[in-house]
């Protein structure tokens, strides 16, 4: 065998010690006082854009009611369209297509 080999095998059968660190709370604060902060995303509102809501009514207008077709063309449950209870408005029809509430 080869002399690295010897000492590699020497060296992994040496028992090897177990250095436990914590860090004080002292380091803890200088390392948290160096570290860069970061202004928060805006927390406001979030839900689908207008495009997308306008593009789901398009294709609700033009379905004509039928059920079958806007399931097709929305790539949804027609199922679902039964028998979930009727959307409030366009608007509210829109935000559940966008939010999968007639998806399987």
Known sequence: SSPGVAHCSAVSAAPMAMQSWAPSQDELLSK???LNSVAPR???PRGPDLAAME???HVFLASAGDLDRLA???GCSAHRLRAIPQPTSLE???RRVL???YSE
């Open 32 to 34: 948290a006082a160096m």
């Open 99 to 101: 939010a999968g509430v």
């Open 55 to 57: 593009a789901v009514a």
């Open 92 to 94: 509210d029809f829109a």
């Open 72 to 74: 097709a063309a929305l």
């Open 42 to 44: 805006d927390a406001g």
